[in-house]
């Protein structure tokens, strides 16, 4: 399914902002994306599954908070990073 | 690669002289590191950064919010690395920094939420692990120390470990001679005399000689006027009496600036017995300097060279072991810290 990259990950996608991973949860889809892009999932979920405090993932339009969500293979997922500061 | 990024600490290899790693992390994505062998033309990230132990089921895990200090392994161990995180925890390289692992001893220590104080102790952007010392004559005999949490020691490479802090003040406490619950800012061990160890602290200056356990105020010696509150401490590398350090207002609410706005380094040569002001080249006025506790270090030729970096985005160097300062960069962001390395084969 397709995937919205946020500008501060496009280091590990070669720039992409849109790529194609595989899975039938979000966990699985960031393991997916994770051995595509070798280190993206670390800088968006912390070593607890939880999703990184200045990440949210919309699947379809909806924000999602657990990894355990169930996907199917027409969703859109898509990562934004929420700025902060200054 | 990781441009924009906060990098902590940035260290060269000693014993292969090429290795380089940074840590890096961004405001808002999780931390990271980074490995260079050809001197930083080419970066490859670290594959298994430093992380907690997933916690089990139910219960509140630790996360790594940034990776705060780099210590290469013993010379009989190439490749070995350990790094010091915030909140504290002590992770171990043992192939050159691609994977991370935890020093369970520590980590799960019994006694860890004791001595560390929990995410609250510590200073304002996190309490942090630093100053991870291996004694040169012995890898397994391991020093670390922990803002806030104090100085700790191992004999048996990270499996236990016991509080080294006797004598050093925590007026920050309510109990007069605490055990741990310190705040070492900076702590140095010699190499060629590794029984010495010197801390900046929170709350002074000290030396310690081992096998004794009990600290000694050496910044009591200090000019009353400047006090003996800073971050930094940088050692001589052939004179085990000469360290130098950059003293930063300590009182009221804790400025962390040059005292008077008058940046100034002071250097004992007889092991902190007294100390002389090292000022010139520096504003005369009206520099309110913050040197953080990396931030300062020696380099290791004769005479000895000096660095400083400010979290105002300079760096002062000093060519004869701080007789002159010179600003050789300026309009960095805030340097958080600054490392020499022998290139020499």
Sequence with gaps: MNVLIPSPLRSYTGERSSVEAAGATLAALLDDLNSRYPGIRFRMIDEQDAIRRHVRIFINGEQVRELNVPLRTTDEVIILQALTGG | ?345
């Design chain 2, 1 to 345: 690669m990781f441009f924009g990024h906060i990098v902590h600490h940035m260290v060269l290899d000693p014993r292969d002289k090429r290795t380089l790693l940074a840590t890096a992390r961004t405001g808002h994505l999780g931390p990271t590191l980074f490995r260079s062998t050809d001197f930083g033309r080419n970066w490859k990230e670290a594959s298994k950064p430093p992380a907690f132990q997933k916690a089990p089921e139910g219960q509140k895990g630790r996360v790594v919010d940034h990776v705060f200090w780099l210590t290469p392994g013993h010379a009989s161990e190439p490749g070995a690395w350990y790094a010091g995180t915030s909140p504290q925890g002590l992770f171990r390289s043992e192939d050159a920094g691609d994977t991370w692992a935890p020093v369970a001893g520590f980590n799960e220590h019994p006694m860890y939420m004791e001595w560390s104080g929990g995410e609250q102790a510590g200073t304002p952007d996190g309490p942090k692990m630093h100053s991870i010392l291996v004694d040169p004559r012995d890898s397994r005999h391991i020093y670390i120390a922990m803002s806030g949490g104090g100085v700790f020691e191992s004999v048996d490479k990270g499996a236990n470990w016991r509080p080294l802090n006797s004598g050093v003040a925590a007026d920050f406490l309510p109990i007069p001679d605490p055990e741990y619950g310190h705040d070492p800012h900076c702590v140095r061990l010699h190499s060629l005399a590794p029984d010495i160890l010197y801390q900046q602290n929170h709350c002074g200056i000290y030396r310690l000689e081992r096998p004794g356990t009990r600290w000694d105020r050496i910044g009591m010696n200090m000019p009353k006027k400047i006090g003996d509150i800073g971050f930094p401490l940088a050692l001589h590398p052939r004179d085990p009496a000469t360290l130098w350090v950059f003293p930063m207002d300590g009182t009221t609410v804790w400025p962390r600036t040059s005292p008077g706005g008058k940046p100034a380094a002071y250097v004992t040569r007889n092991a902190g017995k007294t100390w002389t002001r090292l000022d010139k080249g520096l504003p005369r006025s009206q520099g309110w300097f913050t040197v953080k506790r990396q931030g300062m270090t020696a380099d290791a030729h004769e005479p000895v060279g000096l660095y400083f970096g400010t979290t105002g985005g300079e760096v002062w160097a000093s060519k004869n072991e701080g007789g002159n300062w010179t600003c050789i960069a300026s309009h960095l962001p805030e340097i958080y810290a600054v490392e020499t390395a022998d290139l020499v084969r």
